[in-house]
């Protein structure tokens, strides 16, 4: 096969480390791997993948860019005789959309988050998703989203989790030189409890709630965290926001904004707390990877949230790995960071190695690769194929 994947950015993502995944996982197979996005810090990993990438502005979301990178994507298809188009974001996936049908070859989606819903444009353009041979959902919650938004048929939809790379995330693998290069960029001597959220600085990943809940726990007299906001700075302005809300809160010194983390599991090694409170979230990678490292959990009390930790009282608070608050409530996220703080270090261990357990059963790079695998060869039978 030669499998075409089309993504606007290959940064640090989730959808972007799936893109890698899969490509990765294709070459290895003996099959061609070919990333279409406007570029990123991942391109050189698709090259040492043995992956092609195309550079095009496939973010674009203006009708005519649609309609050139249409053109763009069918002249690709037919030069480079691609077998299927896979697209992993909306303006990419409407281009993908008319490239597969002009060359009519089977088009593969994968629907990576949960788009908001406002009024009928809206749902128009993020249906598009859904219009593919098969949409790949990247949990249960967002395939019964599929079918409740968009009546989409049982057989056309393949759930397959996101994964964590078992290599990668391995706290046997890690180093003393390791961790104290990550002690060292983060400013954490091992002084003070160290809080994580990994995501992008967006105020969709929840930073400011977080911020929040810091002041909370200063008013309640805990003296100091080192609260890490690891991820690439989407939103400049926000950023400023959030250093501003923290100097009000008087927690402004608690704070990192180190960016991108290259070494993110020795960052978890070093980490008390791990937190994922955000709320459009298809299936949050870095709740995956914490966990896989033994770290404790604190997620929101959305369908991801509740699907990637085990937590009260879905399961009984002996067998959690970690606590659920509500989504955008800072109060309630004080109240888990200093219910979490409040148990001995066995106690935390014992739940951090819970939720290891249960991502290292659930959420595999091989289940990943090869159930993808296995929706490629399955949407070349002409017998499944659907009118787009």
Same mark, same amino acid.
Request: with cysteine; glycine share 6%.
């Given at each position: ?11 640090? =993502? ?7 995944? #899969? ?10 791997a070919?990333v279409?996005? *406007? ?12 992956? *092609? ?5 496939? &973010? &674009? ?9 249409? !053109? ?10 691609v077998?299927? #188009? ?22 593969v989606t ?38 409740? !938004?968009y ?15 078992? *290599? ?51 008013? !309640?007299?805990?003296?100091?965290f ?16 959030l ?6 809160? =008087?927690?402004?010194?608690?704070? !990192? ?19 994922n409170?955000?709320e ?26 509740? *699907? ?6 879905d399961?009984?608070p ?57 929706v ?13």
């Amino acid at each position: 096969m030669t499998v075409l994947q089309v993504i606007p950015r290959m940064r640090a =993502g989730g959808a972007e480390l799936g893109c890698l995944q #899969i490509a990765t996982a294709l070459t290895k197979a003996g099959h061609r791997a070919i990333v279409v996005s *406007e570029g990123g810090q991942l391109v050189s990993q698709l090259a040492q993948a043995g992956a *092609e990438h195309i550079v095009l502005p496939v &973010a &674009a979301k203006g009708p005519i860019a649609l309609l050139r990178n249409a !053109r763009s994507l069918a002249d690709i298809i037919r030069r480079e005789k691609v077998s299927i #188009i896979h697209a992993r974001s909306r303006a990419p996936a409407w281009s993908a959309l008319s490239a597969a049908r002009s060359t009519k070859i089977p088009f593969v989606t994968t629907y990576h988050s949960e788009y908001s819903e406002r009024g009928r444009i809206k749902n128009f353009y993020n249906s598009v998703m859904a219009r593919s041979d098969t949409v790949i959902a990247v949990s249960d919650y967002m395939a019964h989203l599929i079918r409740t !938004r968009y009546q989409t048929p049982e057989d056309r939809i393949a759930i397959i989790h996101r994964a964590f790379d078992g *290599e990668i995330f391995n706290p046997v693998t890690l180093t003393i030189d390791r961790i104290d290069a990550v002690r060292q960029q983060l400013g954490a001597d091992g002084t003070k409890p160290v809080l994580l959220l990994a995501g992008r600085i967006t105020p969709r990943k929840a930073q400011h709630h977080l911020v929040e809940a810091l002041g909370i726990l200063k008013q !309640r007299g805990f003296k100091e965290f080192i609260c890490v906001l690891a991820g690439e700075i989407e939103k400049p302005d926000f950023k400023k926001e959030l250093e501003s809300q923290a100097a009000k809160l =008087g927690v402004a010194n608690w704070l !990192r904004f180190p960016g991108h983390v290259k070494d993110m599991a020795a960052a978890y090694a070093i980490t008390d707390i791990s937190l994922n409170i955000s709320e459009q979230e298809g299936l949050p990678r870095v709740a995956i990877e914490a966990q896989a490292m033994g770290v404790p959990m604190i997620v929101s009390d959305t369908g991801p949230g509740r *699907e990637v930790a085990l937590t009260a009282p879905d399961v009984a608070p002996e067998n959690a790995s970690g606590l659920r608050v509500p989504f955008a409530n800072p109060q309630a996220v004080a109240d888990a960071i200093e219910t979490m703080l409040s148990w001995t270090p066995a106690e935390r261990k014992a739940c951090g190695a819970r939720g290891s357990s249960h991502v290292r059963a659930r959420f595999t790079l091989d289940q990943l690769t090869s159930k993808t695998l296995e929706v490629y060869k399955r949407v070349l039978e002409p017998s499944i194929r659907i009118k787009h």
